[in-house]
T-cell receptor
């Protein structure tokens, strides 16, 4: 079983719609969770972090965490073509190591 | 200069060459990492340095040799690489222990091609 699982996509949404990206993880003691955005050929950049159950909002982005279901998601409201990228879910359990998923490719079409 | 800086951005090397990748962070972090990213594969953790000591080595072939002379600098020495080693090599840094809000900060990466 993979430690962090994401649907590879592509997830295609029209401009202005809500994009919903999902991630599940296997380690129940995981403490904090991160969403990174990676444009093609570029390095990952941090968008959101979350460590408490519930929702955390930052502008057009909302991260949702459900530790009982071992599930974390990222919602992007009013999606723009510039949001088209690969979104990486990362999970921190202990020490300094983050475990990354394979990423979900998002395509926002005009 | 701020953030995490990696050099060179692009590198083409023959299988018999020796080269080094350099990473420098100006964030006051004390943990640094090397990741390999191949097409359609997840990020593969190669090495972890925490407080300048190597704390993880994920069964990486000996043709990759890391060096961390201080908490701001990290090197990856390469020798006798294979074509399958062609990939994007990413350096990252973080606080130790990892900050729940900030996670890792990545450098811009080195695109390595082995010919």
């Amino acid at each position: 079983q993979k430690e962090v699982e994401q649907n590879s996509g592509p997830l295609s949404v029209p401009e202005g719609a809500i994009a919903s990206l999902n991630c599940t993880y296997s380690d129940r003691v995981s403490q904090s969770f991160f969403w990174y955005r990676q444009y093609s050929g570029k390095s990952p950049e941090l968008i959101m972090s979350i460590y408490s159950n519930g929702d955390k909002e930052d502008g057009r982005f909302t991260a949702q965490l459900n530790k009982a279901s071992q599930y974390v998601s990222l919602l992007i409201r009013d999606s723009q073509p510039s949001d088209s990228a690969t979104y990486l879910c990362a999970v921190h359990s202990s020490g300094d190591k983050l475990i990354f998923g394979t990423g979900t490719r998002l395509q926002v079409f005009p | 200069e701020t953030g995490v800086t990696q050099t060179p951005r692009h590198l083409v090397m023959g299988m018999t060459n020796k080269k080094s990748l350099k990473c420098e962070q100006h964030l006051g972090h004390n943990a640094m990492y090397w990741y390999k990213q191949s097409a359609k594969k997840p990020l593969e953790l190669m090495f972890v340095y925490s407080l300048e000591e190597r704390v993880e080595n994920n069964s990486v072939p000996s043709r990759f040799s890391p060096e961390c002379p201080n908490s701001s600098h990290l090197f990856l020495h390469l020798h006798t690489l294979q074509p399958e080693d062609s990939a994007l090599y990413l350096c990252a840094s973080s606080a130790h222990p990892v900050d729940f809000n900030y996670g890792y900060t990545f450098g811009s990466g080195t695109r390595l091609t082995v010919v």
